[in-house]
């Protein structure tokens, strides 16, 4: 067939087109596949930005990418970290997936969910991440293991947990890299922005999935004075509130620097940007909430109400537009399924929650009807209550507890309960509730268990922030992070595992973990700080306390081992026959007197038979 040059013209001008997103925004085939940067802050909430209508907080480079994204205003994410990290991963409400505490094994993702990385990575993309996972550090549990080809940070929790190696304060800190601990100069922040920046060098023309998740602004601080200096001498704030604002606009400077170096490597046209927080402030709301009840943790408004940006030149999704439709991390997974062209991964996937957002970013007032949202913020709990701290959303009405309903549209502020007024509602959404608490069954779902004895890692280490606190015991305190380790606190729980095969398994039990290279009765002097202001308030991070221990015991499922400790030890190890399947793992430290604690770390590998 001859053409002409009209003819010509057109088909390029179609080709151009396509590409660029005029003919619709989704991607229709690998050529121009748009990139694909999922940005979220820690602990920082909708009232903690510039272009928000904070008075004081300096946000300059969120107040641009605001300026020029499609902006949902009433996006809604969990109420803590890990169940919000598990909804965006997978589309799914948090409930499901087996996540709904922040420690205690109770934020590892179940391993028959499929994440957000694996679409990706099905779709020809290269992923990384760069940041806070806070869904499991050990085997199937790891970024590595759920579709992720890069990772650099933290595993469960942040800062200063007991997962987290000892001593890190977010200034020159030690993170994983892919499993291992790595070495790193410089401020977290920082840090992970460089390593974003570096893995997306690194793909070289191949479309990339980047999931940069900090750790700010959520606590402990590690602010150099400089970074202060523009908020302090303002009488409104205490110095918690200037540092917490300083860390933001850390993170701020660094979106700016990632945003230049987009445009310096010509990928800002194709670079989908998407900036969300994990769930309300946790500092900012003594200076500006937005209006909102409450702060993180809360089931009101406050709590889980987040600013979302989504932003994409080559789709046409540069101007400012408002979106005031009911929204939620679970639409995101959706959103990019179907903006991206994503494939499904080989296993499947659960059935998703939510639904996609184009609709809404190619018409504001598109036909959009959003699911009902049910959520929990009961951290911590080892059983499940029903009703208690549940809220039912709709676009409308909020019900708290069962027993109290707002208009939402009315009353954002959530001042007037109007349950009494409208029984009828509050029927219809405590129904709804209770079909999805039957369905959902959370007090029956398995525990998360590190598998032990493969090849994906040597060596699984089991930590205090991963027990599961015996159902019949009242702790009124807890062992998650490093300040209560170096205080002792009396506490015990015990770790599900599996183990891969039949064989013999060496167990390395330890007071303090594997880089605190002392006995396990010793005391350690307080560790130097890099600039820090504060630690996980009210423990400081000081000297650790010494323990009077006279013997070791281990018991995995209904065997027992016990051995005396010598002078100095600084661990105590068992080697332990052991079938394949699923157990459990306890450690004590008997004194003189026969009183017991629990031992915070064990270390666990496959000896080769």
Same mark, same amino acid.
């Given at each position: 067939? #001859?053409?002409?040059?009209?003819?010509? +013209?057109?088909?390029?001008? $179609?080709?151009?087109?396509?590409?660029?997103?005029?003919?619709?925004?989704?991607?229709?085939?690998?050529?121009?596949?748009?990139?694909?940067?999922?940005?979220?802050?820690?602990?920082?909430?909708?009232?903690?930005?510039?272009?928000?209508?904070?008075?004081?907080?300096?946000?300059?480079?969120?107040?641009?990418?605001?300026?020029?994204?499609?902006?949902?205003?009433?996006?809604?994410?969990?109420?803590?970290?890990?169940?919000?990290?598990?909804?965006?991963?997978?589309?799914?409400?948090?409930?499901?997936?087996?996540?709904?505490?922040?420690?205690?094994?109770?934020?590892?993702?179940?391993? !028959? %969910?499929?994440?957000?990385?694996?679409?990706?990575?099905?779709?020809?993309?290269?992923?990384?991440?760069?940041?806070?996972?806070?869904?499991?550090?050990?085997?199937?549990?790891?970024?590595?293991?759920?579709?992720?080809?890069?990772?650099?940070?933290?595993?469960?929790? =942040?800062?200063?947990?007991?997962?987290?190696?000892?001593? !890190?304060? #977010?200034?020159?800190?030690?993170?994983?890299?892919?499993?291992?601990?790595?070495?790193?100069?410089?401020?977290?922040?920082?840090?992970?922005?460089?390593?974003?920046?570096?893995?997306?060098?690194?793909? /070289?023309?191949?479309?990339?999935?980047?999931?940069?998740?900090? !750790?700010?602004?959520?606590?402990?601080?590690?602010? @150099?004075?400089?970074?202060?200096?523009?908020?302090?001498?303002?009488?409104?704030?205490?110095?918690?509130?200037?540092?917490?604002?300083?860390?933001?606009? *850390?993170?701020?400077?660094?979106?700016?620097?990632?945003?230049?170096? $987009?445009?310096?490597?010509? $990928?800002?046209?194709?670079?989908?940007?998407?900036?969300?927080?994990?769930?309300?402030?946790?500092?900012?709301?003594?200076?500006?909430?937005?209006?909102?009840?409450?702060? /993180? =943790?809360?089931?009101?408004?406050?709590?889980?109400?987040?600013?979302?940006?989504?932003?994409?030149?080559?789709?046409?999704?540069?101007?400012?537009?408002?979106?005031?439709?009911?929204?939620?991390?679970?639409? $995101? +997974?959706?959103?990019?399924?179907?903006?991206?062209? +994503?494939?499904?991964?080989?296993?499947?996937?659960?059935?998703?929650?939510?639904?996609?957002? +184009?609709?809404?970013?190619?018409?504001?007032?598109?036909?959009?009807?959003?699911?009902?949202?049910?959520?929990?913020?009961?951290?911590?709990?080892?059983?499940? @209550?029903?009703?208690?701290?549940?809220?039912?959303?709709?676009?409308?009405?909020?019900?708290?507890?069962? /027993?109290?309903?707002?208009?939402?549209?009315?009353?954002?502020?959530?001042?007037?309960?109007?349950?009494? #007024?409208?029984?009828? @509602?509050?029927?219809?959404?405590?129904?709804?509730?209770?079909?999805?608490?039957?369905?959902?069954?959370?007090?029956?779902?398995?525990?998360?268990?590190?598998?032990? =004895?493969?090849?994906?890692?040597?060596?699984?280490?089991?930590?205090?922030?991963?027990?599961?606190?015996?159902?019949?015991?009242?702790?009124?305190?807890?062992?998650?992070?490093?300040?209560?380790?170096?205080?002792?606190?009396?506490?015990?729980?015990?770790?599900?595992?599996?183990?891969?095969?039949?064989?013999?398994?060496?167990?390395?039990? *330890?007071?303090?973990?594997?880089?605190?290279?002392?006995?396990?009765?010793?005391?350690?002097?307080?560790?130097?700080?890099?600039?820090?202001?504060?630690?996980?308030?009210?423990? /400081?991070?000081?000297?650790?306390?010494?323990?009077?221990?006279?013997?070791? %015991?281990?018991?995995? =499922?209904?065997?027992?081992?016990?051995?005396?400790?010598?002078?100095?030890?600084?661990?105590?190890?068992?080697?332990?026959?052991?079938?394949?399947?699923?157990? !459990?793992?306890?450690?004590?430290?008997?004194?003189?007197?026969?009183?017991?604690?629990?031992?915070?770390?064990?270390?666990?590998?496959?000896?080769?038979?």
């Amino acid at each position: 067939m #001859k053409t002409n040059n009209s003819t010509l +013209l057109i088909l390029t001008i $179609l080709i151009l087109a396509i590409s660029s997103g005029a003919l619709g925004i989704a991607a229709k085939d690998n050529v121009g596949r748009p990139n694909v940067i999922l940005i979220m802050t820690d602990d920082q909430g909708y009232g903690d930005l510039a272009c928000h209508g904070n008075p004081i907080i300096k946000t300059p480079n969120l107040d641009k990418l605001h300026s020029q994204s499609v902006r949902f205003t009433d996006f809604h994410v969990n109420s803590f970290c890990a169940p919000t990290r598990a909804a965006l991963m997978t589309g799914r409400m948090s409930d499901r997936t087996g996540v709904r505490t922040t420690i205690y094994s109770r934020n590892h993702l179940n391993r !028959n %969910e499929t994440t957000m990385a694996e679409f990706f990575k099905a779709s020809g993309y290269r992923t990384g991440l760069f940041g806070k996972w806070h869904l499991g550090h050990n085997y199937p549990y790891r970024p590595i293991d759920r579709g992720f080809d890069e990772w650099v940070g933290h595993g469960d929790g =942040g800062t200063g947990t007991a997962s987290d190696y000892w001593g !890190n304060d #977010k200034m020159n800190d030690s993170y994983m890299r892919n499993g291992k601990w790595e070495k790193f100069k410089g401020f977290c922040t920082d840090i992970y922005f460089d390593e974003t920046m570096k893995f997306i060098k690194k793909s /070289k023309g191949k479309p990339f999935f980047a999931y940069l998740a900090t !750790n700010v602004p959520h606590r402990p601080w590690n602010v @150099v004075d400089q970074w202060r200096k523009q908020y302090q001498g303002i009488d409104a704030l205490d110095y918690k509130t200037v540092d917490f604002f300083a860390t933001i606009t *850390r993170f701020d400077k660094n979106l700016g620097r990632l945003r230049k170096f $987009l445009a310096d490597n010509k $990928l800002d046209e194709n670079t989908i940007i998407v900036f969300l927080t994990d769930n309300g402030t946790s500092g900012g709301y003594t200076i500006y909430n937005a209006g909102m009840r409450r702060i /993180k =943790g809360s089931i009101y408004e406050g709590g889980h109400r987040v600013p979302c940006f989504i932003h994409w030149p080559g789709g046409g999704i540069d101007k400012p537009v408002d979106v005031h439709r009911l929204t939620n991390q679970i639409d $995101l +997974l959706p959103t990019f399924i179907e903006m991206c062209s +994503l494939g499904t991964p080989s296993r499947g996937h659960q059935k998703f929650d939510g639904q996609s957002l +184009l609709p809404l970013i190619e018409n504001p007032k598109a036909d959009f009807n959003p699911p009902t949202i049910f959520m929990h913020s009961q951290n911590v709990r080892e059983v499940p @209550v029903k009703g208690m701290n549940a809220l039912v959303m709709t676009e409308k009405w909020r019900l708290i507890n069962g /027993k109290e309903l707002y208009d939402i549209k009315a009353d954002p502020g959530q001042i007037q309960d109007v349950a009494g #007024k409208y029984p009828k @509602v509050v029927d219809n959404l405590s129904r709804q509730y209770d079909r999805y608490w039957a369905e959902v069954d959370m007090a029956s779902m398995p525990f998360a268990r590190p598998i032990i =004895g493969t090849k994906h890692q040597a060596e699984a280490a089991l930590v205090p922030d991963a027990w599961v606190i015996d159902r019949h015991q009242n702790h009124k305190r807890h062992t998650w992070n490093q300040p209560q380790v170096l205080e002792a606190v009396k506490n015990n729980g015990f770790w599900p595992v599996e183990f891969s095969k039949d064989g013999t398994y060496h167990f390395e039990v *330890r007071r303090w973990p594997k880089e605190v290279d002392v006995p396990i009765t010793a005391s350690i002097p307080p560790a130097e700080r890099s600039d820090i202001s504060l630690w996980l308030e009210p423990v /400081k991070h000081g000297k650790g306390k010494a323990i009077e221990v006279e013997s070791v %015991e281990l018991v995995v =499922g209904d065997k027992k081992l016990k051995k005396k400790l010598n002078s100095g030890d600084k661990s105590v190890s068992f080697d332990l026959k052991m079938p394949a399947g699923e157990n !459990n793992v306890r450690a004590w430290f008997y004194d003189k007197k026969g009183n017991k604690r629990g031992a915070y770390y064990v270390y666990v590998s496959a000896i080769d038979n």
